[in-house]
């Protein structure tokens, strides 16, 4: 498959306005296509110059156009169009490649002071991903690597029996080493997808991954240390040095309550996919709390404060790593009583393959599509596909997970009856009968929650 020529330069005016209108506007250019009134549940029939203009912009035919719902924004000209790999020609902001070793450069930079990167989500096509394809999320500055990673050590303190001091080289020769595949997910993944925009990185869905983990069960660690009744909260604590470089203040320490530190999931960790954990991705040591957002599993781990009352580290308090128990008006400032620290992440579930943008052969009447859904402390109940905005949904084929906070991998066919402008459409449900919702729903100033169903658009012909 190749792809779309989406964002090429166009000759006919029409097109390339459109384009730019869905970027800049997105409610004005579908009011241009749609006719001035569009009601926000039902739009006019898409017909005439509205549907000429849209087929032009999109790249080809809709066959499903009478189903195209008001206030939907193509997916062929969503931000994050086109896929990785492709570089648009010429593109208004096209998306800045990762160059870092060891690292895939179709990771997306978000940032580069600290620096973050994002996986689209046709690299996370694997089963297990690769560490190249891991996103990166940094808070502060990036350490030296370690030169002696046996001696790394950190402490466990507080409200703790004995406070413990310990090394890696101590942990790897006194402790089994368990292996699991887990899901980390950044808290503020699919955050891109609030409108209005919220505060922070501008994830699409790519702030995630599943690769293999090995490392010691914490709960083990802590219980050596020895809990006393005293203790309610933990707080975590990493190494490295804060942006502005004053040596006093954390990065981000971020804690949980000691039912959830006690979980026999939690790791500390010292290998990722079988090979010594990478400095960036917090080695030699790191915690990994997972289902919770990923800012819980604290790299380059240094100290593991035991608390008697909640923590209150830098992304504790206030909107960080909250959602509100009410929702909110999009856009205000929010009151901090009405927020809660966000637990378990959301149901979300992506579409692997095909890619977003990608061409397809002429006459192609059935495509197979690949994707992967977790859901934070919960599993997956199932997954169902759309390929006409929503009409119709077919059920796809689910894997269980390998161990509990593993990702669910899906596949499934579906039918494409002539060529022409597709979107296809993924939501997925979980354990509990929660279901994403078509749009980002319960804004909040941070976006936190933006767990929208994916969509991908594929252009056969
Ligand atoms: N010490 C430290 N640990 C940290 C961070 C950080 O900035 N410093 N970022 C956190 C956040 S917000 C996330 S999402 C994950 C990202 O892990 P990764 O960079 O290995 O993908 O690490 C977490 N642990
Ligand atoms: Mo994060």
Same mark, same amino acid.
């Given at each position: ?246 040596? #006093?203040?954390?990065? &981000? /320490? @971020?804690?949980?309550?000691?039912? $959830?530190?006690? *979980? ?5 960790? +010292? =290998? ?24 819980? #599993?604290?790299?380059? &781990? /240094? @100290?593991?404060?035991?608390?008697? $009352?909640?923590? *209150? ?5 206030? +909107? =960080? ?141």
């Amino acid at each position: 498959m190749s792809k779309m020529q989406m964002f090429k330069s166009h000759e006919r005016s029409v097109e390339r306005s459109l384009d730019e209108l869905y970027n800049d506007d997105a409610e004005r250019a579908d009011a241009e296509v749609f006719g001035r009134k569009v009601s926000a549940s039902r739009r006019g029939f898409l017909g005439g110059a509205g549907l000429a203009a849209m087929s032009a912009a999109v790249g080809g035919a809709i066959p499903f156009a009478a189903n195209m719902p008001g206030g939907l924004i193509p997916a062929a000209l969503a931000q994050n169009a086109p896929a990785a790999g492709e570089s648009p020609a010429p593109a208004p902001k096209g998306p800045q490649h990762l160059q870092f070793p060891g690292k895939s450069d179709g990771l997306v930079v978000l940032g580069d002071r600290p620096l973050v990167a994002e996986t689209p989500e046709n690299l996370l096509d694997d089963d297990t991903t690769p560490t190249d394809k891991l996103f990166v999320r940094n808070n502060g500055q990036i350490p030296e690597e370690s030169k002696d990673p046996d001696k790394w050590s950190f402490v466990i303190d507080g409200e703790v029996n004995n406070k413990l001091t310990l090394t890696l080289g101590e942990l790897k020769a006194k402790h089994k080493p368990v292996t699991r595949r887990l899901v980390l997910e950044c808290g503020g993944n699919g955050r891109s997808f609030f409108t209005p925009q919220a505060r922070g990185n501008q994830w699409t869905n790519g702030g995630v991954g599943c690769p293999e983990w090995t490392g010691v069960k914490l709960a083990d660690i802590i219980k050596s240390a020895g809990l006393k009744p005293s203790a309610v909260f933990s707080g975590h604590y990493g190494r490295d040095l804060h942006l502005s470089g004053d040596e #006093s203040k954390p990065t &981000l /320490s @971020r804690g949980v309550p000691i039912k $959830k530190l006690m *979980d026999e999931n939690n790791l500390i960790v +010292f =290998a990722l996919n079988g090979k010594p954990l990478p400095n960036i991705h917090g080695g030699p040591v790191r915690l990994f709390i997972p289902g919770w957002p990923g800012s819980l #599993s604290a790299k380059w &781990l /240094s @100290r593991i404060w035991i608390r008697d $009352k909640e923590h *209150d580290g830098p992304g504790m308090t206030e +909107f =960080a790593y909250r959602v509100p128990i009410k929702p909110m008006i999009p856009g205000a400032k929010g009151d901090p009583k009405n927020f809660q620290i966000l637990e378990s992440m959301p149901i979300r579930s992506i579409i692997t393959s095909p890619a977003n943008g990608d061409k397809i052969a002429a006459g192609t009447k059935e495509i197979k599509l690949r994707g992967a859904a977790w859901a934070g402390d919960f599993t997956v109940d199932h997954v169902d596909v759309s390929t006409d905005f929503g009409a119709t949904w077919t059920r796809v084929k689910l894997s269980k997970p390998k161990n509990k906070y593993d990702w669910q991998r899906w596949t499934t066919t579906v039918k494409l009856p002539t060529d022409g402008y597709y979107e296809i459409w993924a939501r997925g449900t979980d354990s509990k009968g929660v279901m994403q919702p078509h749009m980002a729903g319960f804004w909040n100033p941070q976006g936190y929650g933006g767990n929208a169903m994916h969509r991908v658009a594929v252009l056969v012909g």
